[in-house]
């Protein structure tokens, strides 16, 4: 290793239950609040490379912040080398493994290996991948709504240019559903794209029946109508749908999606920058997408995503759900229904305030 070359120093996380504009209500549970473990990778450089995590409950904090602490310990004078660390981390858990917490803390490294690059570097993440910062439509992320009562902050989406909307479905039986729907789309009128996700709530049959009848309604996806270890069933389901199918937030590392892609199980896929293995498995499912001609959206992360979208051949929307806005010292802004990554590194810095304020001990 050469002196010009970053080290790692030391690892640290930490978790906190940051405060959410809205709730999202899905089919399995509310969620009030956003529990993140934030991480910071610090360099013999003095510069410290930072992501964050969406532990989607509270009692998985803990054992994320350990998790990356212990890893971390072993990190500790290896060169900031994303892809060499990556093959280091797939030996270690080879066999036990690295889904579920195993990956999150993995892939959670990965992105603040690279903010710590950016920084070094005085440039994006975006601009470091061959591309440039630029504006990537997004789409405003809503749980199940009541077309009534959430009126205003639906027409509040579409006043800051949002060209498309996500609502949850599978809270209830079809005519609900259908209630819901008939009523966003009667709001947004014809010209904004709306998408519903089912959070694998049905099973294949019924997720047939549901989009048949949702079809009058233009629906631009329909996101993981069944379990996400399906992949046969979401390929059944799509052969007979009228409307693209959406799936990948829950595939883990690019082997996923290359199981996923090969059976056909989706039209349209989005990963998710924790699950897929950070920034540098997210080129490699990139890689995938566009070799098989499939669109390619982005789960949570935004002000991540925006750089990796930046240089996704197939790049197709950016979620707009932003959960770590209360802890940002400069939380993402959507301008023109759009966002644009921000540098140096990710663009992210703590709001060490409201850190302290949401910390859990």
Known sequence: MTKSVAAIRSVKARGVVAPIARPVRTAFSTIDAAPLVLVD?????????RAYLFAYAPLTLKPLVHLIEE????????????????????AKFRLLGWQGLVGMAVSGLDMAYWDALGLIAGRPVAELLGGSARPIKAYDSYGAVDPAKDDKSLRRSLEQGFRGIKIKGGLGDAADDERMVSGVRALLGPDIAL???FNQSLDPA?????????APYDLHWIEEPVAQENLSGHAKVRETSPTPIQAGENWWFPRGFAEAIAAGACDFIMPDLMKCGGVTGWLQVAAQAEAASIPMSSHLFAEASAHTLAVTPTAHWLEFLDLARAILAHPAEIVD????????GLGLEWNEAAVAKYLVS
Request: glycine share 12%; net charge negative; hydrophobic share 40%.
């Open 41 to 49: 990778v610090e360099t013999d450089q003095g510069v410290t490379g």
């Open 206 to 214: 019924e997720a047939t029946r549901r989009i048949e009848r949702l």
């Open 337 to 344: 229904g759009a966002l644009t990554a921000r540098g140096p």
């Open 71 to 90: 890893i971390g310990r072993e990190l500790v004078g290896r060169p900031v080398a994303p892809y060499d660390l990556m093959a280091a981390m797939d």
């Open 195 to 197: 998408m519903i996700d």
